[in-house]
């Protein structure tokens, strides 16, 4: 599978998460409109510049779940 397709994958599944999480569990309303558009606007770097999908998807994973974290307590 191309790492294009891979990181398109992994993008769908953080997007998805992330309104899931916000509606279902914490029940909060997404009102920072970014947020679930993170994972979107850093898939948008990786086809610019392609680093790599390994480092791509650990560095998308941190960020989406630490907004999420600070979002979601604070």
Do not use: C, Q, S
């Not at 569990?25 to 994972?39: A, N, R, S």
């Not at 392609?50 to 907004?67: D, H, N, R």
């Amino acid at each position: 599978m191309k790492d294009e397709i891979k990181t398109a994958i992994v993008v769908a599944v953080l997007m998805i998460g992330l309104v899931v999480l916000f509606k279902n569990v914490i029940h909060k309303p997404l009102d920072v409109t970014p947020l679930y558009f993170v994972p979107m606007l850093l898939y948008i770097g990786y086809v610019a510049r392609k680093p790599g999908a390994i480092a791509w998807i650990a560095v998308t994973l941190f960020i989406t779940l630490a907004m999420a974290v600070l979002y979601a307590f604070f």
